[in-house]
Nanobody, 119 residues
């Protein structure tokens, strides 16, 4: 198993910032891709940001220029820096990683962290 522990969510006013963290632990060789998704009440889960092992990042149009995905290999941690937050960013945010293990390449999800942006 590869447990993911997310943190950093909370309540923030419009225009504020938050940084989400996703600690990847357990037995694996490397993280070769990572994503952040979000799900707002009554809506489908959507991809917010994605980064490959080579460092190429892609973002949903709705967050481009405001959100930044990054990683700290030494800490096995993935981050999502969120700036200029809007009420429509309110959602549960989920970390998803693809890791290489002795059982092959596997994907894991975090438990989710709530982000609420007040107007």
């Amino acid at each position: 198993q590869v447990p993911l522990v997310e943190s950093g969510g909370g309540l923030v006013q419009t225009g504020g910032s938050l940084r989400l963290s996703c600690l990847v632990s357990g037995s694996f060789f490397s993280i070769y891709a990572m994503c952040w998704h979000r799900q707002a009440p009554g809506k489908q889960r959507e991809l917010v940001a994605h980064m490959t092992s080579g460092g190429n990042a892609n973002y949903a149009d709705s967050v481009k220029g405001r959100f930044t995905i990054s990683r700290d290999n030494a800490k096995n941690t993935v981050y999502l820096q969120m700036n200029s937050l809007k009420p429509e960013d309110t959602a549960v945010y989920y970390c998803n990683v693809q890791v290489s293990t002795n059982r092959g390449n596997l994907g894991y999800w975090g438990q989710g962290t709530q982000v609420t942006v007040s107007s």
